[in-house]
């Protein structure tokens, strides 16, 4: 008898719970399809802890954010900056209550300010014309360079950016205004050098090229300015310093890297430093180039490593010393 009351108190209760669970599961459909009916989920938008809006698609308004943002290369827009970005909050929306996508879109950015990308060909460091695109820039140099223009060592390109769009120039006209032409100089016909004293470059054999330059590598020179070794149909117009492969080479000087590459022109891989002044020096026939037109570098920086590319026979650097594109004896300023 007692194991029959146990069993009807637990019926008893088993059925009040499933009432209840019943009754809750019932409370919650209704109160879902009343959601349903009145309200959309949906995304609360503020900037800068405000509220402005509501949207139902966040990623479609942010994605439209970013590429307001993003770069335009047509009108050479960099990026775009804004005061601030929005914040998102999903919540429930009254279902007579609009989203405002454009409202929030046009508030978002109504505080922005584009910055322009550029290129600038620089002379002895001076920003002179400003080109659109990098293709163009080298166009320049590049034209100029087959010209054989007298400041071609003296002419680099900088990527610029700016609040305001300069003034582009075409690449006909920078090539026709930064065009210089070459100064022939007369030269005198040397013997080859001693090994104790070597003056050449200009009948005088040397000129003030008003900078301090210092050893870019240290090593046996072994073929001095003005030789007509067996080796090359013409007088030398550098310096040879062997050193081992790989060894660094410093600039001689500070100034603007305005080529560093390979031209095929025998020189192998090398760099030319601008110091200003007209005044140039060339690193030949290195194995690593470790510096790019339009760098800037301090005296004594590594900008290269010795090796024997282009007509080369063995490991070294050559090194030349310009000014205003002729050649003078680097011994009368080193070594």
Known sequence: MFKINILRKVAVTTRKSIKLVITILLSIIILIGLVVIFYNPTYEVSLKGEVIGYTSNKSELQEKINSYIAEDEESNVAFVQIDAMPTYKLCLLKKDVSTNDDEIYAKVTENSTPYYKYYAITEDKKEKFYLSNFEDAEKVIDELEEKDSANQDELGIIEK???????????????????????????????????????????????DIGISLINPVSGVITSRYGSNDSVRSHAHSGLDIAAPYGTPIKAAASGTVTYSGNAGDGFGNYVIISHGNGVT???????????????????????????????????????????????????????
């Open 161 to 207: 950016y700016g609040k305001e769009l300069k003034e582009f120039t075409s690449v006909d006209t920078c090539v026709s205004e930064l065009y210089e032409k070459k100064v022939v100089v007369r030269r005198t016909t040397y013997s080859a050098p001693s090994a104790s004293n070597y003056s050449a470059g200009t009948s005088s054999g040397y000129v």
């Open 281 to 335: 020096t060339v690193y030949a026939h290195c194995s690593q180039l470790l510096v790019s037109a339009g760098q800037t570098v301090s005296q004594g920086d590594v900008i290269a490593k010795v090796g024997s590319t282009g007509n080369s026979t063995g490991n070294h650097l050559h090194l030349e010393v310009r000014k205003n594109g002729v050649n003078y004896n680097p011994q009368n300023y080193v070594y």
